[in-house]
């Protein structure tokens, strides 16, 4: 079935830059939306249309895309950014939404 | 306050019924499609289905095709997902999420979730 492929894991300093990728062959056609999850809560939406920030999300989240990949990239991590990450765009059929592998993000 | 609430979830035995509801408020209910997702324990995010503002559109994962049904009340701001023959692979914690115009694009409100456990 098709998959939104993520690295299970990412570890970065405070103050660092944290980049998550997405990648899939239907990536180019379809938008890509990011969500933030922590421990024993709901997902949050932090970035929709690729790139574009939803009001209250942070300006250290941006998002970006180049051909079949997708990134979620936190500028300047901070504690509180530690999560799992989920990437989301539609299946190979550009139909129903997919949700991607997910992204545990530790900051050190 | 913009708020989806869910309710419905519980133990049940492997091949019975459950009906999960969503409660929204807060926003125009029929302007939007609306989803279930669902998350097994120490799981990801899989999409499980989504409506259509009218009921025009309705989808499903291939993993609960024939299984599941989505409806909503506009009337009553709510969603529903009706889940039959249940497996022990269905258990998860089960969030309602607003949608945007049709199928496909954000999700940009989720519930609390309500947890789903099948077994005997």
């Known amino acids: 079935s098709y998959e939104l492929t993520q690295p299970p894991s990412v570890s970065v300093s405070p103050g660092q830059t944290a980049r998550i990728t997405c990648s899939a062959d239907?990536?180019?056609?379809?938008?890509a939306y990011w969500y933030q999850q922590k421990p024993g809560q709901a997902p949050v939406l932090v970035i929709y249309?690729?790139?574009e920030r939803p009001s209250g999300i942070p300006e250290r989240f941006s998002g970006s895309s180049s051909g079949t990949t997708v990134t979620l990239t936190i500028s300047g991590v901070q504690a509180e950014d530690e999560a799992d990450y989920y990437c989301?765009?539609?299946?190979?059929?550009?139909?129903?939404?997919?949700f991607g592998t997910g992204t545990k993000v530790t900051v050190l | 306050e913009v708020q989806l609430v869910e309710s419905g979830g519980g133990l049940v035995q492997p091949g019975r019924s459950l009906r999960l509801s969503c409660a929204a408020s807060?926003?125009?209910?029929?302007?939007?499609?609306m989803h279930w997702v669902r998350q097994a324990p120490g799981k990801g995010l899989e999409w499980v289905s989504g409506?259509?503002?009218?009921?025009?559109?309705?989808g499903y994962a291939d993993s609960v095709k024939g299984r599941f049904t989505i409806s909503r009340d506009n009337a009553k701001n709510s969603l529903y997902l009706q889940m039959n023959s249940l497996r022990a692979e269905d258990t998860a914690l089960y969030y309602c999420?607003?949608?945007?115009?049709?199928?496909?694009?954000?999700?940009?409100?989720w519930g609390q979730g309500t947890m789903v456990t099948v077994s005997s």
């Open positions: 999420a607003k949608g945007q115009w049709e199928l496909l694009g954000a999700f940009d409100i």
């Open positions: 239907a990536l180019p056609k379809q938008y």
């Open positions: 249309k690729d790139s």
């Open positions: 989301q765009s539609a299946d190979s059929s550009g139909t129903y939404p997919v």
């Open positions: 409506i259509s503002w009218n009921s025009g559109s309705t």
């Open positions: 807060g926003f125009t209910f029929d302007d939007y499609a």
